[in-house]
Each structure stands twice: as structure tokens, then as C-alpha cells.
């Protein structure tokens, strides 16, 4: 029996690496690995050995015959990402190589960040013996985006964490959370204590529409509104206009289909979840049952993936409704099978019955905001289609209307933000660098968002780290990052004038408090959302239980 990748799929390839037989693709040195989706089986070259199953770290791959109801949809999507390739003669399997670290002394690496791209890089330069690591981020809680931006509905996803966790365990790995470079230590002083300094600082700005109005209160971005239900202490004290039938959403991606579905799920559903408290409060509270996610472009142009479609097809209290044309010429003509896979999905969505709704509407734009002291309503035009497949545009046009609604987040991208001691690409929102060096200063990387851009997903951050590491182990190799002038950890640093950062121990109190308060609720854990509180946590040991 094959075994079958499934929606919670992170693409790290972990899977890949563990096949002997090469039937997972795409593989990190194939080309359509940086915009793939997913990583999928292909059920006629799967030997039914289970090696893949032990390596994926989140869970994602089973056998068919074990798929539930909501999974069986995967059986073809697997098989059908495989279909045109099977003109092409087949390849060995992959074999990560690690590059070794060669002189004698040890290597010490400061990396700042503490999401999927920083431990990631952890991973991989601990692999090589007697290398330091030292592991910093503002906050007292790690994980970045996989703890913050991952809806609470997704936890299969959020298992990524006990492969972070693992990595923590390592001899050789440090944290210094609740430490921000540039305030409480510089780029300097780490680079006077280590040999390099990694900077794995993501992108966590979102992209302006730049239409009147979008500055009112009620238009906001949806990285914010993403902070708030997963309880991120930068939006501890917000709230949200929540009393209108209709929000609106710009954007179509992965992250609008998480907003969408949080603000018309069933908030009995969401209180299984480790949603924040205050988020699960105001949702039961709102009066919100349609979202409308606006795209410009049409459904061969979604930018949301097939996995993520089809759990949300799958959603039993939740109705999908497409407005615009699924069988425009544009989108016909598309050579993508996965493409028209999901085209066909869109096409034959069951009739709406429920209250609750998410509405995709194609080729719509968003011209205006339109409110006086807040948010009531957004003007939007259709726009028609020109250009070829793979090289689509939107033209606005002359027809308009305004949707009433007194909340619009917008979700079309996010920007990296200038690193303090960096140089920045504000053109890119990246920080110039080749193959994760930066460019014009010795000793200094990048990896992540930062690095490329706002692409991939959290396993496509593995390979990635793979390049900038190997890159800096190649410098240390060759000589080109002198032994630090001082011996300090940061730790010490910070002692010295008076900080403290919350280290290994004192993250792990704050995860087990967390996780301890969420059994009494029958929750996977109820979070901290307050940096105060994660503070006091972190220097309390847990009490026993009676």
C-alpha cells in the first residue's frame, strides 16, 4: 500500500532524504522545490517501507488505507503531481551532504532569531562537533512564526515544534531570548564573542495596499490581526471591530484563508484550540458570518495552495462560495496539472446552506476605504485579465461598488524590516547577501525570509539554512572568520550590566506552566500573552502536581 502526504505537509523533505527508493518529490536540488506546494508521494514507485513516516516531523504522511475522510482527497493530489514526470528517467536518491568543519578549534555562531530559518541553522551547524551556538531573540518564547502566525486550528502543523525542541536539547545550543539586539547588546559585541553572527530576523511587516483611507481605524493588516488570536504580546491589547455580517480581506493567500476561517469558525470549535483567551472572548462575541477575500487576478492565479483549499472544503460548518469566472480563458489554457486541480476543486464546491461563509471574489480590486472617523465599507472595481498564462495581469476597470463592512485586513505580503548594523535592499525588503553572505561585512549571514524574501513555507526554511551554513563553515574552513577578540557569551554580557535573558531552563518552565494550564481546560496549552507574565514563569519552577 502507498503511503500519501497530506494537508499538514511543511516541506522541510525531511521525507525525502528518508526515502531509499526516490519517490518523494520535489527534492531540495530539484527546480520546482522553491514554489512547490508540498512534498508528494508517487504511489507507483512507493515501496511501503515507512521510512518517510519516522522522518516527517509533523506528522503529514500515512498510509492510504489509514487517510480519514478529510485526507482522502491526498490519494490524488499525490498521484497527480506525479503523472507528467514520468517521462523523465528516474534519479537516485537524495543524500544531504555535511560540510565539515576542519579546524581544530571550536566554532562559535551567535544566530538572531528564534524561528524555523534560526533553528533550522542551529541544526545544522551543531552537527559539526564542538561548534557553539547561541540562539537570540526578543521575545522569552521561541519559534517565531510557528508559535505566532500558525492558525490554532492547524496543531498538526505546530507539531514542527518537537523537532525544535530536539534541536534545543543539543549539545552545544544555547537560547538568550527576551534579549533584542541593537538595545540590550550590539551587532558588535557579538561579533567580538563569536565567529559569526547569523541574522534569521524574517519579515514581519505587511505590504500597504496604498489606497485612500486604509490608515482608519478598522483597516488593519492581517500579520496584526494573526498576533492577536495566537496571543503575540505585541498585540495583547488590541481589539477589532467585530459587529458587522461582513469583513473583508485583500489578498487570497494561505494566511487570508487562516483569517477567514478563525473569524467565522465556530468559536465551541476554536475553544479546543490554544487560541489566546482574549481572542476566544471576542470571537464568541462577534457578529461577523461572511468573510470576502478580494483577488485580482482570477482562480488559476489563487494564491492559496491546494492543501490548504482542501481543508477548508472539508470544513463541515463553514460554506465556500466562489464569485468570478472558473472557466475564463486564462485560466483553461493553464499547463499546471495542480493548477487545474484546484480549478476543478473550486468548480464543484456543494451548494451553500450554512449561515456561516467564505466568499472568493475574483478579479476584484480594492480602490478606496470609505468611512469618516473608522471603517465603513471599502469601494472596490472588477478588473479584467491580460497577458498570457504564467504572465497574468489585472486592469482595473470602471465598475465599482462598495461592500459594507467596518473591518478590512489586508493580506498581500509581507516586507522584511532593516536589520540595525545591516545594509538593506528596500527595494527587496532583503538583506543583500549571495548565498546567505551579506554583502560587505565579513562574518555576517543571513538566512530565512530575511535572506530571499517572504517565499516558501516553514520546511522550505531547512534548505535554505543548508545554503547559508555551508557557505559559513566554507569561510571558517578557509580562514576567513578570525578567532573572536573576546570569550564572552551573551549571557554574560548581559549580566554585566545588569539583564538577564531566559535561557533553555527557563523557556522550558514557561512551556510547561503553558501546557499545564491548558489540561485543566482540555486545551493544548493556555498561553502567556503578556512578556511580564512569561518573565515571572520563566523563573518559577512548576509546581508538583497532587
Same mark, same amino acid.
Given at each position: 500500500?502507498?503511503? +500519501? +502526504?497530506?494537508?499538514?505537509?511543511?516541506g522541510?523533505a525531511?521525507?525525502?532524504?528518508?526515502?531509499?527508493?526516490?519517490?518523494?518529490?520535489?527534492?531540495?536540488?530539484?527546480?520546482?522545490?522553491?514554489t512547490?506546494?508540498?512534498?508528494?508521494?508517487?504511489?507507483v514507485?512507493c515501496?511501503d517501507?515507512?521510512?518517510?513516516?519516522?522522518?516527517?516531523p509533523?506528522?503529514?504522511?500515512?498510509?492510504?488505507?489509514? =487517510?480519514?475522510?478529510?485526507?482522502?482527497?491526498f490519494?490524488?493530489i499525490?498521484?497527480m503531481?506525479?503523472? $507528467?514526470?514520468?517521462?523523465?528517467p528516474?534519479?537516485?536518491?537524495?543524500t544531504?551532504?555535511v560540510?565539515k568543519?576542519?579546524?581544530?578549534?571550536?566554532?562559535r555562531?551567535?544566530i538572531v532569531?528564534?524561528?524555523?530559518?534560526?533553528?533550522y541553522a542551529?541544526?545544522?551547524?551543531?552537527?559539526?562537533?564542538g561548534?557553539?551556538?547561541?540562539v537570540?531573540d526578543? =521575545?522569552?518564547?521561541p519559534y517565531?512564526?510557528?508559535?505566532? @502566525?500558525v492558525?490554532?486550528?492547524?496543531?498538526?502543523?505546530?507539531?514542527?515544534?518537537?523537532?525544535?525542541?530536539?534541536?534545543?536539547?543539543?549539545?552545544g545550543f544555547?537560547?538568550?531570548?527576551?534579549?533584542?539586539?541593537?538595545t540590550?547588546?550590539?551587532?558588535a559585541e557579538?561579533?567580538?564573542?563569536h565567529?559569526?553572527?547569523?541574522?534569521a530576523?524574517?519579515?514581519?511587516?505587511?505590504?500597504?495596499?496604498?489606497?485612500?483611507?486604509?490608515?482608519?481605524?478598522g483597516?488593519?493588516?492581517?500579520t496584526?490581526?494573526?498576533?492577536?488570536y495566537?496571543?503575540?504580546?505585541d498585540?495583547?491589547?488590541?481589539s477589532?471591530?467585530?459587529?458587522?455580517?461582513?469583513a473583508v480581506?485583500v489578498?487570497?493567500?494561505?494566511?487570508?484563508?487562516?483569517?477567514?476561517?478563525?473569524?467565522?469558525?465556530? $468559536?465551541?470549535?476554536? /475553544?479546543?484550540?490554544?487560541?489566546?483567551?482574549?481572542?476566544? /472572548?471576542a470571537l464568541?462575541?462577534?457578529a461577523?458570518?461572511?468573510?470576502?477575500?478580494l483577488?485580482?487576478?482570477?482562480?488559476a492565479?489563487?494564491?492559496?495552495t491546494?492543501?490548504?483549499?482542501?481543508?477548508?472544503?472539508?470544513?463541515?460548518?463553514?460554506?465556500?462560495?466562489?464569485?468570478?469566472?472558473?472557466?475564463? %480563458?486564462?485560466?483553461?489554457s493553464s499547463?499546471?496539472?495542480?493548477?487545474?486541480?484546484k480549478i476543478?476543486?473550486?468548480?464543484?464546491?456543494?451548494?451553500?446552506?450554512?449561515?456561516r461563509r467564505? +466568499?472568493?471574489?475574483?478579479?476584484?480590486?480594492?480602490?478606496?476605504?470609505?468611512g469618516t472617523?473608522?471603517?465603513?465599507?471599502?469601494?472596490v472595481?472588477?478588473?479584467?485579465l491580460?497577458g498570457?498564462? @504564467?504572465?497574468?495581469?489585472?486592469?482595473m476597470?470602471d465598475?465599482?461598488?462598495?461592500?459594507t463592512?467596518? =473591518?478590512?485586513l489586508?493580506?498581500?505580503?509581507?516586507?522584511?524590516?532593516p +536589520?540595525d @548594523?545591516?545594509p538593506?535592499?528596500d527595494?527587496r525588503?532583503?538583506?543583500? %547577501?549571495h548565498?546567505?553572505?551579506v554583502?560587505?561585512m565579513?562574518?555576517?549571514?543571513?538566512?530565512?525570509w530575511?535572506?530571499?524574501? $517572504?517565499?516558501?513555507?516553514i520546511?522550505?526554511?531547512?534548505t535554505?539554512?543548508t545554503?547559508?551554513?555551508?557557505?559559513l563553515?566554507?569561510?571558517?574552513?578557509?580562514?576567513?572568520?578570525?578567532?573572536p577578540a573576546?570569550?564572552a557569551?551573551?549571557?554574560?554580557v548581559?549580566?554585566?550590566? @545588569?539583564?538577564?535573558?531566559?535561557d533553555h531552563?527557563a523557556?522550558r518552565?514557561?512551556?510547561?506552566?503553558?501546557?499545564?494550564?491548558?489540561?485543566a481546560?482540555?486545551r493544548p496549552?493556555?498561553r502567556?500573552?503578556?512578556?511580564?507574565?512569561?518573565?515571572?514563569?520563566?523563573q518559577?519552577p512548576?509546581?508538583?502536581?497532587?
Open positions: 500500500m502507498p503511503h +500519501v +502526504v497530506t494537508q499538514a505537509c511543511c522541510d525531511s521525507c525525502a532524504f528518508a526515502c531509499p527508493v526516490n519517490a518523494i518529490h520535489p527534492t531540495p536540488d530539484e527546480p520546482d522545490f522553491a512547490a506546494e508540498m512534498v508528494y508521494i508517487d504511489p514507485e515501496v517501507c515507512g521510512a518517510c513516516i519516522s522522518a516527517c509533523v506528522g503529514a504522511i500515512t498510509r492510504d488505507y489509514r =487517510l480519514t475522510d478529510k485526507q482522502l482527497p490519494v490524488d499525490n498521484a503531481f506525479h503523472e $507528467p514526470r514520468r517521462e523523465y528516474p534519479q537516485a536518491p537524495v544531504p551532504i560540510r568543519v576542519e579546524a581544530e578549534r571550536p566554532l555562531v551567535a532569531g528564534a524561528g524555523p530559518a534560526a533553528l542551529a541544526d545544522e551547524l551543531l552537527k559539526r562537533p561548534t557553539k551556538v547561541t537570540i526578543r =521575545l522569552p518564547t517565531g512564526l510557528v508559535r505566532a @502566525g492558525a490554532p486550528d492547524h496543531p498538526d502543523t505546530r507539531t514542527i515544534t518537537d523537532l525544535f525542541a530536539k534541536i534545543e536539547d543539543e549539545p544555547y537560547y538568550a531570548l527576551g534579549v533584542e539586539v541593537g540590550d547588546i550590539t551587532h557579538l561579533a567580538e564573542n565567529h559569526a553572527v547569523l541574522y530576523t524574517g519579515a514581519s511587516h505587511d505590504r500597504a495596499m496604498g489606497i485612500e483611507g486604509e490608515d482608519l481605524p483597516s488593519i493588516t492581517a496584526d490581526f494573526v498576533a492577536w495566537n496571543g503575540h504580546p498585540q495583547a491589547d488590541a477589532f471591530d467585530l459587529t458587522h455580517r461582513t480581506v489578498g487570497n493567500g494561505n494566511v487570508a484563508l487562516d483569517v477567514a476561517r478563525i473569524l467565522v469558525s465556530d $468559536p465551541d470549535r476554536l /475553544a479546543t484550540t490554544d487560541i489566546a483567551d482574549h481572542a476566544l /472572548a464568541r462575541q462577534s461577523v458570518r461572511e468573510v470576502v477575500l483577488a485580482r487576478r482570477g482562480p492565479q489563487s494564491a492559496f491546494l492543501p490548504e483549499l482542501t481543508g477548508l472544503i472539508e470544513h463541515d460548518d463553514i460554506d465556500l462560495v466562489v464569485q468570478g469566472d472558473l472557466i475564463d %480563458n486564462l485560466a483553461a499547463s499546471d496539472i495542480m493548477t487545474q486541480v476543478d476543486a473550486l468548480r464543484h464546491l456543494p451548494e451553500p446552506t450554512r449561515e467564505i +466568499v472568493l471574489r475574483y478579479q476584484t480590486a480594492p480602490v478606496r476605504v470609505v472617523d473608522a471603517v465603513e465599507g471599502l469601494e472595481a472588477a478588473t479584467r491580460v498570457e498564462p @504564467g504572465a497574468v495581469r489585472a486592469e476597470t465598475d465599482s461598488e462598495i461592500i463592512t467596518g =473591518l478590512v489586508r493580506s498581500i505580503g509581507y516586507r522584511g524590516r +536589520v @548594523g545591516l538593506f535592499d527595494l525588503a532583503v538583506v543583500p %547577501n548565498e546567505g553572505r554583502e560587505g565579513a562574518t555576517t549571514y543571513v538566512a530565512g530575511i535572506k530571499r524574501g $517572504p517565499t516558501g513555507f520546511g522550505t526554511n531547512k535554505d539554512a545554503e547559508t551554513v555551508d557557505r563553515v566554507e569561510d571558517f574552513n578557509a580562514g576567513l572568520l578570525p578567532d573576546g570569550r557569551s551573551v549571557r554574560r548581559l549580566r554585566e550590566r @545588569g539583564a538577564r535573558a531566559v531552563d523557556w518552565r514557561i512551556d510547561v506552566l503553558e501546557r499545564r494550564r491548558g489540561v481546560e482540555g496549552r493556555v502567556f500573552t503578556r512578556v511580564e507574565d512569561m518573565l515571572v514563569a520563566a518559577k512548576p509546581s508538583r502536581r497532587r
